[in-house]
């Protein structure tokens, strides 16, 4: 079956502009143009939008979502069960603050009193608070000083800033997975490029030298945090260290 642009803008909700965009920067090429210069697309067309829409629903930036439906080892099916698994853990965390949002409603109508844990449930701050003291209990009193430092440049943070950044390496893991799962190698352009904006995503916290980011790595590859990961994907927690051993070797001192 054929599509014009206008129908498949219709289908998709995309705009007829975003889709001819695609088109130029070659993201989503139709599957021919006929002699009328009016684009037309197929099935192939209509799945590899679709694809796009997961990856944009994720947080995945054009170029990036670029990078990965051209390899040539590109896995539809296999792409589309991790998208299905990330989302499946989108919806716990959505289906929480839901509950949350319900009960704060009932709070402020004085129908129900929530308590000062119920206020902030399913929020991901107080994540930090258990990492920090899983650090100190693995690596003894050095690791304050990091700690420290952390604690001072969060000091004003918002709800919205605790947020933002736990989005961001939400994002990390999810494109690290698809590049794992295509099989890159740790040492890959690709991999360091996202191993890179984990580090940059770190020194908002503290800065690590080449011992600490290591450290770091193998702490996320310890039994206690691999669970952080394994919704993702198993073996993410393994991959991400030794390419943030790499990435250490590499640039850091």
Same mark, same amino acid.
């Given at each position: ?12 909700? /995309?705009?007829?502009? #975003? ?13 021919? @143009?006929?002699? +009328? %210069? ?33 390899? $040539? !080892?590109? !896995?539809?099916?296999? #792409?589309?069960? /991790?998208?299905?698994? @990330?989302?499946?853990?989108?919806? /716990? ?10 009960? #704060? ?15 902030? $449930?399913?929020? !991901? ?11 100190? %209990? ?25 947020? &933002? +950044? ?13 590049? *794992? ?20 995503? *770190?020194?908002?916290?503290? #800065?690590?030298?080449?011992? $600490?980011?290591? %450290?770091? %790595? ?12 394994? +919704?993702?994907? &198993? ?9 943030? $051993? @790499? ?7």
């Amino acid at each position: 079956m054929h599509y014009t642009v206008n129908k498949l803008a219709q289908l998709s909700g /995309v705009t007829v502009r #975003t889709l001819r965009f695609y088109d130029e920067i070659g993201l989503l090429k139709p599957a021919y @143009v006929a002699e +009328s %210069g009016y684009r037309y697309y197929q099935d192939k067309q209509l799945l590899l939008l679709q694809q796009i829409l997961f990856f944009r629903e994720l947080g995945f930036e054009l170029k990036n979502i670029q990078k990965i439906l051209t390899q $040539s !080892d590109f !896995d539809m099916s296999e #792409t589309l069960r /991790v998208h299905k698994k @990330v989302l499946r853990k989108d919806i /716990v965390r959505m289906t929480q603050l839901v509950k949350t949002i319900d009960k #704060t409603i009932n709070h402020l109508a004085g129908n129900k009193k929530m308590n000062e844990k119920d206020i902030f $449930s399913g929020f !991901d701050r107080k994540e930090q608070e258990r990492h920090q003291e899983y650090l100190i %209990g693995r690596f003894g009193d050095k690791v304050k000083v990091h700690i420290d430092e952390s604690n001072k440049n969060v000091k004003g943070w918002k709800m919205q800033d605790w947020e &933002s +950044s736990a989005k961001e390496f939400n994002v990390i893991c999810k494109e690290l997975t698809v590049l *794992l799962m295509a099989q890159k190698t740790i040492d890959s352009p690709e991999v360091q490029a996202i191993i890179q904006r984990h580090y940059d995503w *770190l020194k908002k916290f503290w #800065t690590p030298n080449k011992e $600490s980011y290591v %450290g770091l %790595g193998q702490v996320y590859n310890s039994p206690e945090w691999v669970k952080v990961f394994e +919704s993702h994907h &198993s073996q993410l927690a393994h991959y991400m260290a030794q390419a943030m $051993s @790499v990435f250490a070797e590499k640039n850091l001192f």
